[in-house]
């Protein structure tokens, strides 16, 4: 059986994640990045181009980070020491390639269409969101405890939404010893959180009796 041509790759900005991704792909595809060139030692099979004019041409794929950019125009490159215009990297795909970004705005997905390629959202995958929501629950655990001046054992702390990243931040902050309230506009998301710890609030159920 004939294994798959490898595909040619360009990973553009991003954070950690991107850089994941791209050496896992590196694994059994081509794969390029740009918009690093403040992160140091690369994964083994990155090939790396600082420059527009050092791209390869033909890609089969160009990888975006999420957010895709900040303006609609530029790319979100934190690791990156120059500015990355999403513009002027579409001409690098062949037609017909394909684009994958994380939450899409329809100014980005419309630019991508228009230069006759195929778009598609990650961040609009079950899978893909639920596994991300670990990451930002965690990462909002760090700020409170960079951020704040008393510790979170015994801290009562209100989370307002019972959606993935809630879900995902409840068991770690009680894990903390923080005193954990959440609530939530939609009793059915309530009620998914009735067999865990903590104090839910039913904001719907007092509008009903006040009335």
């Known amino acids: 059986m004939n294994k798959p041509k490898p595909l040619r790759l ?56 999420m957010p895709v950019t900040h303006d609609g125009g530029f ?19 062949r037609p017909e390639g394909m684009v994958f970004g994380g939450r899409m705005t329809e100014q980005e997905r419309s630019l991508a269409e228009a230069a006759g390629l195929r778009v ?7 899978t893909f969101a639920l596994r991300n929501a670990v990451p930002t629950a965690e990462g ?3 700020i409170a405890m960079q951020e704040l001046p008393v510790v979170l054992q015994g801290l009562p702390c209100l989370i307002l939404g019972a959606g993935r990243v809630s879900r995902a931040l409840q068991p770690r902050l ?27 609030s039913y904001p719907a159920l007092k509008r009903i009796k006040a009335m």
Do not use: N
Request: proline share 5%; net charge neutral.
């Open 10 to 65: 360009l990973a553009a900005g991003g954070d950690l994640r991107q850089i994941t991704a791209a050496a896992e792909l590196a694994k059994q595809h081509s794969v390029t990045i740009t918009g690093f060139d403040r992160f140091g030692a690369l994964p083994e099979g990155l090939a790396s181009a600082a420059h527009i004019h050092d791209l390869p041409q033909q890609l089969d794929a160009l990888l975006l980070p």
């Open 140 to 142: 909002a655990i760090q």
């Open 120 to 126: 598609y959202d990650y961040a609009a995958e079950e």
């Open 174 to 200: 009680r894990a903390l010893g923080a005193d954990v309230t959440v609530a939530a506009r939609r009793l059915t998301d309530l009620a998914r959180r009735e067999c865990g710890k903590g104090k839910p």
């Open 75 to 93: 790319l979100h490159t934190p690791f990156g020491s120059s500015a990355v215009r999403l513009s002027a990297l579409l001409p690098f795909v």
